[in-house]
């Protein structure tokens, strides 16, 4: 059972419906389906707040991830409670224009991005950046080969 939620604290009146295909690949790639958690739309201020509150950087940031499971796997009735992502929509906004992609390809990378770190992949290391920027990589071309394949 997936259970998660999107709360929308910025007001991102647009459809983001089609995020749930790229946490379900994510998940089934991860061979994942007993899973909660939580995305969270936020503004400049508060992605701030919590960057500095939590990681000492004064400064906005894309998308911070709060995962429940950093030191053991938390489960109550067969589910995995994974933690919170939460990601800015200013700044995803600005990195769409400034990548020359659409909000929604931007706002499918920081979901994926952020459920990854929620699963226990990091970037610290290049060795570790390798494999996590080429699964985000692998699951959002997954949706556009999909995208195409209903089209055609």
Not at 80 to 109: D, N, T, V, W
Request: aromatic residues 12%.
């Amino acid at each position: 059972m997936l259970d998660y939620s999107i709360t929308n604290e910025y007001g991102y009146n647009k459809d983001y419906s089609y995020l749930d295909d790229a946490i379900k690949r994510t998940l089934k790639h991860e061979k994942i389906d007993n899973a909660n958690f939580s995305v969270v739309f936020v503004d400049n201020e508060k992605i701030q707040y919590l960057n500095k509150n939590y990681r000492n950087i004064d400064k906005v940031t894309d998308v911070i991830s709060f995962a429940f499971e950093d030191n053991e796997r938390i489960i109550y009735n067969n589910m995995r409670f994974l933690g919170e992502i939460y990601i800015c929509i200013p700044k995803m906004i600005e990195q769409a224009k400034e990548y020359g992609h659409s909000e929604e390809r931007e706002l499918a990378f920081l979901t994926v991005h952020g459920l990854l770190h929620l699963l226990g992949y990091d970037h610290m290391t290049k060795e570790d950046e390798k494999i996590m920027f080429g699964l985000q990589e692998l699951i959002l071309n997954e949706d556009e080969r999909t995208k195409r394949s209903r089209i055609s």
